[in-house]
């Protein structure tokens, strides 16, 4: 009897692959986004029709049928809201039945060795991958390395539901994905799409299309590469938001500024032309803004060329300036990443009154008298106070003023305040008595790795790095 049932399913196997092109980012415990209409299955098939049946608990709630063309058929489904199991029925000659289907919220992660950092490399490793069994309808997908000199349209994968292969799922996107379940008490559903690669500079991600806008020319020996086998398979499936942990490869290409204006461009470009070639609305797009490391390299200007992102609409940032580690250019706090990424959507998907930001730059104002002179810094979205917090290793005297602040003059650069006193939502740095009249610009936490941050004690968001032009 056993034989004759696997000689069977080897049969429908068989005639499944003969028949029908399969394709691993549809299939059983997928997550397809819920109330949009943009919502697509695909595939490829002999058949010159294909019916799709969407089924809840046996009963039939809704029949497709998409004629093929040239052997690829497409449906849009309606929207749904969120919830499930459904199972999802593919009839050609064939029949593939996809179980245990939600709809809920979709998210792409990519990025390179920061966003694929394995939830078992990172902090409380075991325990974080046990607990992973209390949020069943967080569904993920990790999408297979390939480096492709052309554009692909399938990935290799699988759908999975939380067992212990999450723990080579990425910690990043898992605990942004977590700390959402876990405020919506696990009403919505969501998907996890993970396509990343170590050490990977923008380029590779880009579309040519990104590439040309900002006219590069000696780029990687492999522009396009990923764009072409880890993005492009993944156009038709549709998402809510990206997230993006890259930069660290570009930053190291060289000291100079030319590089950071190159990735301002490179990463505006690469968000344009994502959802362009997505074509489901400009949708959020959350990046991280690179982790303390090291002193010596270029990662404060970085940072500000990565801020430019901003321009483009629907664009948000959680900083990991003062999550980093000195030594280790892999951090291994994600919880504290995907916590504030999830802060971003919790406010801006899900209308949750949290605070994603931490205190920001109101306005600077500079004030000598005949004894000395201070310039005053002003903060909005102050929700609890403004206190100063030592950063992960860093090196004594940790919080000290010259380690916050330091103003450039017409004469001097990284003059240091005497004095730093903080009340409320206002810092005030008292200078020598000539020092302010000619400053030009004030920098805060300009360091690649800042040994101590303003931090709110209520948020628990830092106030991120800036620099203040004085006009
Ligand atoms: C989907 O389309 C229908 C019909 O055009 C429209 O009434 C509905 O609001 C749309 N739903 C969403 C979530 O866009
Ligand atoms: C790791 O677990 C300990 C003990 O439960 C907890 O105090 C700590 O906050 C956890 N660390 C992170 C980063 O979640
Ligand atoms: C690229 O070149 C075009 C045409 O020369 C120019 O208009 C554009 O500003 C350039 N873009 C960047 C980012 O340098
Ligand atoms: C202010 O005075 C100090 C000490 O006299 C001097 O070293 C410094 O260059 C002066 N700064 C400016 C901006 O003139
Ligand atoms: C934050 O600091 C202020 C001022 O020191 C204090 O009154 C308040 O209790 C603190 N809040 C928290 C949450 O620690």
């Known amino acids: 009897m056993i034989k004759v049932i696997l000689f069977l399913s080897v049969l429908f ?44 608990s046996e009963v039939v709630i809704d029949n497709y049928e998409a004629k093929s063309v040239s052997g690829k058929w497409e449906v849009t489904l309606k929207s749904y809201p969120a919830g499930g199991p459904y199972q999802i029925l593919v009839k050609t000659a064939s029949v593939v039945v996809y179980q245990n289907v ?43 390395h390939n480096d492709s000199p052309k554009p692909v349209d399938n990935v290799r994968g699988q759908w999975r539901v939380p067992d212990p292969s999450i723990g080579e799922f990425s910690a990043a996107c898992y605990f942004f994905a977590r700390n959402i379940y876990k405020a919506l008490n696990g009403e919505v559903p969501i998907g996890l799409i993970e396509s990343t ?25 492999q522009p396009n590469h990923l764009w072409n086998g880890q ?6 499936y549709n998402v809510k938001a990206a997230l993006w942990y890259q930069g660290e490869n570009n930053a190291g290409r060289g000291h100079d500024l030319k590089v950071c204006k190159l990735y301002s461009c490179q990463l505006q470009a690469m968000i344009r032309d994502w959802r362009a ?43 990991a300036m003062d999550i980093g580690d000195r030594e280790d250019i892999h951090p291994k706090d994600k919880q504290e990443v995907g916590r504030r990424l999830s802060l971003i959507a ?8 949290v605070a994603y930001k931490g205190p920001t730059l109101k306005s600077v104002k500079s004030q000598t008298s005949s004894k000395s002179a201070t310039i005053t810094v002003d903060f909005d979205h102050v929700v609890g106070a ?44 008292t200078f020598d008595k000539n020092e302010t009249e000619q400053f030009k610009e004030l920098n ?22 800036f620099r203040y032009i004085n006009k």
């Open 231 to 236: 993005i492009v398979p993944l156009l038709k």
């Open 13 to 56: 196997v068989l005639t499944i692959c003969q028949d029908d092109h399969v394709y691993p980012l549809l299939g059983s415990n997928m997550v397809l986004q819920r109330n949009s209409n943009k919502t697509k299955l695909w595939g490829s098939t002999s058949s010159s029709i294909v019916n799709i049946q969407l089924r809840k």
């Open 444 to 465: 805060y936490a300009m360091f690649p790795f800042p040994e101590c941050v303003y931090i709110d004690n209520n948020t628990l968001l830092p106030v991120n790095a």
């Open 346 to 353: 919790l406010n801006q998907i899900y209308g949750k009154s």
């Open 102 to 144: 939600m709809f809920g919220d979709v998210y792409l992660c990519s990025g390179q060795s920061n966003m694929e950092f394995t939830i078992n490399r990172g902090l409380n490793a075991s325990s974080e991958v046990k607990d992973s069994v209390n949020y069943p309808n967080i569904h993920f997908f990790k999408v297979a």
């Open 197 to 221: 690669w170590g050490g990977t500079p923008i380029q590779v991600w880009s579309s040519p299309d990104a590439i040309k806008q900002c006219n590069q020319t000696n780029g990687p020996s």
């Open 277 to 319: 070639k997505w074509n489901v609305g400009d949708f959020p797009f959350y990046f991280v803004l690179l982790a303390g490391f090291r002193p010596g390299n270029n990662w404060a200007e970085f940072r500000l060329a990565q801020l430019e992102a901003l321009h483009q609409p629907h664009t948000y940032f959680a900083t």
């Open 386 to 429: 403004i206190v100063t917090k030592n950063t992960p290793k860093c090196k004594a005297p940790c919080c000290s003023p010259g380690n916050l602040f330091r103003i450039t003059t017409s004469t001097r650069k990284d003059v240091v305040p005497n004095n730093v006193q903080i009340k409320a939502n206002i810092i005030t740095l």
